[in-house]
């Protein structure tokens, strides 16, 4: 139904800033929302922030707010995450995910239902 691919991570120094980027494509007509989740190994996974696709409404991690911003273009079927004040407990594989069923802004993974492949961000202290 819906294909994400994740893009952008990388090398970052601590304090820097980086944004991720979330390509979506198929039905996006069906999206209700738009999640960014990490996991470190050995860790489970964690969610970061949430935008609903229609609304725009948002939700964020204790953990990231402040220094993390979530947006989406409807237009262009993107979603993407722009990350500040890196620190080294960022450092995790980035997924993209979304959410064709709840009704409001999911913080759960098993309440979304297409993930991308992740992308690697590592931030060295």
């Not at 819906?2 to 800033?17: C, D, I, K, M, R």
């Not at 993407?80 to 620190?87: E, F, P």
């Not at 979304?112 to 931030?123: A, H, K, S």
Request: proline share 2%; glycine share 12%.
């Amino acid at each position: 139904q819906v294909q994400l691919v994740e893009s952008g991570g990388g090398l970052v120094q601590a304090g820097g800033s980086l944004r991720l980027s979330c390509a979506a494509s198929g039905t996006i007509f069906s999206i209700n929302a738009m999640g960014w989740f990490r996991q470190a190994p050995g860790k489970e996974r964690e969610f970061v922030s949430a935008v609903k696709w229609r609304g725009g409404s948002t939700l964020y991690a204790d953990s990231v707010k402040g220094r993390f911003a979530i947006s989406r273009d409807n237009a262009k079927n993107t979603v993407n995450l722009q990350m500040n004040s890196l620190k080294a407990e960022d450092t995790a594989v980035y997924f993209c995910a979304a959410d064709f069923a709840f009704s409001g802004l999911p913080r759960i993974p098993s309440q979304y239902e297409e993930w991308g492949q992740g992308t690697q961000v590592t931030v060295s202290s």
